[in-house]
């Protein structure tokens, strides 16, 4: 089945600190999405990874899209309480539609 | 910076009745999206709609689901007797080209309450 698991499925950080948020699927990926989402409301697009090896950054947020392009990871530093949220991947699997499969998400808290 | 808008941000709704879900996608974008996310589950692809027609939809979008582009700047979702298990959020989402590699803008959701 086409299934992404995002790992961890929540976390709590301490402002200021560095964390990882781990998606993979089992099957290769032509597009991998990471979005934002604050209860009850919309994805704020965040990056999208395409190429193998490929990484991206935007202030402290950066993603990766590991060589086999299977698995991707963000990376948040010096966490602030701004980033507090759910972080979803979503990924294309077909190449050619649009049509995105979403992981679990993993929701953050940062603590003051 | 552009953005795709919902309307309504709410709706609450009696079982059986029908409901439009409207959604204005991004002006220059060419593929449009709706997908729904049942409360603390995953979000989930409903349909693709491209050219005035449909692209691609799941098998959670059966009969009583339709969509339209009635003009120029809207794209609706239509659940024609709801069901309780309709009960979600829904997301309009829309991009400039459908292939991958493309962003696909979300919207802020329209949430649906069926009692």
């Known amino acids: 089945s086409q299934e992404l698991e995002q790992s961890p499925q929540s976390l709590i950080v301490q402002e200021g600190k560095n964390l990882t948020i781990n998606c993979t699927s089992s099957?290769?990926?032509?597009?991998l999405y990471w979005y934002k989402q604050k209860y009850g409301e919309g994805l704020i697009f965040l990056m999208m990874?395409?190429?193998?090896?490929e990484e991206k950054s935007h202030e402290k947020i950066t993603a990766k899209l590991d060589e086999k392009k299977q698995q991707s990871s963000l990376h948040i530093t010096a966490s602030q309480p701004s980033h507090a949220g759910i972080y979803l991947c979503?990924?294309?699997?077909?190449?050619?539609?649009?049509?995105?499969?979403f992981g679990q998400g993993t929701t953050l808290q940062v603590k003051p | 910076e552009p953005e795709v808008t919902q309307t309504p941000s709410h709706q609450v709704t009696q079982m059986g009745q029908e409901v439009i879900l409207r959604c204005v996608p991004i002006?220059?974008?060419?593929?449009f999206y709706w997908y729904r996310q049942i409360l603390g589950q995953k979000v989930e692809f409903l349909v693709s709609?491209?050219?005035?027609?449909?692209?691609?939809k799941s098998e959670i979008f059966d009969d009583q689901f339709s969509v339209e582009r009635p003009d120029g700047s809207n794209f609706t979702l239509k659940i024609r007797s709801t069901k309780l298990e309709d009960s979600a959020m829904y997301f309009c989402?829309?991009?400039?080209?459908?292939?991958?590699?493309?962003?696909?803008?979300f919207g802020e959701g329209s949430w649906l309450t069926v009692v």
């Open positions: 709609f491209y050219n005035n027609e449909i692209s691609e």
């Open positions: 099957k290769t990926l032509y597009g």
């Open positions: 002006s220059n974008h060419l593929y």
């Open positions: 979503g990924a294309d699997m077909a190449g050619n539609t649009g049509k995105l499969i």
């Open positions: 990874l395409q190429k193998g090896g």
């Open positions: 989402a829309s991009s400039l080209q459908g292939h991958s590699g493309n962003t696909i803008y």
